[in-house]
């Protein structure tokens, strides 16, 4: 199990900045990816970025790509995704994961509960 904790989230105008922290526990967080996902209403839930267990590598959905920030520091079991450049697109529930490699496939078997980000124009 990997409780994880999102915060950070909130009301900022087009163009700022914010930053999202999700804080899990637990000795085995550095064992798993992370990614940020989000969810827009009336939309399905898509991934935004993710970073592997060292920290070393990183992806990022190409909407996102030079705005924003993924890292991690596995002393603390935190995982940061700094959003600069905001827009009102990036307007949805932003959710930490954790995830791990199953038969190949990375499977995001842990969630946090979500927080918003709205984007105002």
């Known amino acids: 199990q990997v409780p994880l904790v999102e915060s950070g989230g909130g009301l900022v105008q087009a163009g700022g900045s914010l930053r999202l922290s999700c804080a899990g526990s637990g000795r085995t967080f550095s064992r798993y990816t992370m990614a940020w996902f989000r969810q827009a209403p009336g939309k399905g839930r898509e991934s935004v970025a993710a970073?592997?267990?060292?920290?070393?590598?990183?992806t990022y959905a190409d909407s996102v790509k030079g705005r924003f920030t993924i890292s991690r520091d596995n002393t603390k079991n935190t995982v940061n995704l700094q959003m600069n450049s905001l827009k009102p697109e990036d307007t949805a529930v932003y959710y930490c994961?954790?995830?791990?490699?199953?038969?190949?496939?990375?499977?995001?078997?842990?969630w946090g509960q979500g927080t918003q980000v709205t984007v105002s124009s």
């Open positions: 970073i592997d267990l060292s920290g070393l590598s990183t």
């Open positions: 994961a954790a995830g791990t490699y199953y038969n190949g496939n990375l499977d995001y078997a842990y």
